[in-house]
């Protein structure tokens, strides 16, 4: 099993993670808040031919589903442009938000635009790395909350190569689904998970909210955070509060 942590928007994350003696770890390639073009990093080659894998969280602004063309367009651009970047690095991947749509808006339309994510990018020979889809934790317009909008979304995009998928253990308990046996369900759906976003949750089950927890300071039971990447036997990357990062792997460490 290889863990890992996400770190932020640490300067040196190769340095970082090989202090925390990490297998991989999470990080974006331009401000998560803006719509920027990512720079060539000066430790790029040096973190694509790191032994410590390297995965690319996307800007969180993407919304790929939106029927709104001055957020799905600039949105499908950033994805082109932090897949490249993160090629770039060596990453095995980009996470890309599920998204979401407004009141009243047809949700089939929101699917549809994930598709036309891929077939459009197919056309220009792929995403420079696969595009590993999240689940997302609340919102009722929300393309990737509930077993059910993550059903539709891969009957949209399932058949593409690319298009892997992400499980967030606060987001599937904040959006309202029991993480023992989430793993066997999702795979029944997506016959995939690249990878695990695994963090507690400071709310209750089925909240809406996404505040992510320390492993053993949350809601959810650790054991069953523990049963969760056992099964789903994919990378693991927390994305804890950063103080308490050193103890959340010590724990994996010691019981996984």
């Known amino acids: ?9 640490d300067e040196s994350p190769l340095e970082t993670a090989e202090e925390l003696g990490i297998d991989l770890f999470q990080m974006f390639v331009t401000d998560p808040q803006g719509w920027k073009k990512p720079e060539k990093r000066a430790d790029a080659e ?24 001055r957020l799905r367009m600039p949105s499908r651009k950033a994805v082109e442009q932090q897949a490249a970047a993160a090629a770039e690095l060596g ?7 599920g998204g979401h749509l407004r009141d ?3 949700a089939a339309l929101g699917y549809e635009n994930w598709r036309k994510l891929f077939e459009r990018q197919a056309d220009k020979g792929g995403f420079g790395v696969p595009i590993l889809i999240e689940n997302t934790a609340g919102g009722d317009h929300a393309m990737a909350r509930t077993l059910e909008m993550i059903e539709r979304l891969w009957e949209a995009v399932g058949d593409f190569e690319q298009a892997g998928f992400c499980l967030d253990t606060c987001h599937a308990w904040a959006g309202g689904e029991d993480l023992v046996g989430m793993v066997e369900r999702i795979r ?5 998970i690249d990878l ?59 019981n996984a």
Do not use: K
């Open 46 to 69: 040096a973190i694509a031919a790191s032994e410590i894998d390297v995965v690319v969280h996307s800007s969180y602004q993407i919304n790929v589903a939106s029927l709104n063309n």
């Open 196 to 254: 695990v976003h695994l963090n507690n949750s400071r709310d209750e089950f089925d909240s809406g909210r996404d505040r992510h927890a320390n492993l053993a300071s949350g809601q959810i039971d650790p054991t069953v955070l523990v049963g969760v990447i056992e099964a789903a036997d994919a990378p693991v990357v927390l994305e804890t509060p950063a103080d308490g990062i050193p103890d959340d792997l010590a724990f994996l460490r010691e």
């Open 104 to 106: 009243g808006e047809d």
């Open 1 to 9: 099993m290889r863990i890992g942590a996400h770190l932020r928007e």
């Open 188 to 192: 029944a759906i997506t016959g995939r």
């Open 91 to 97: 990453a095995f991947g980009l996470v890309v938000h």
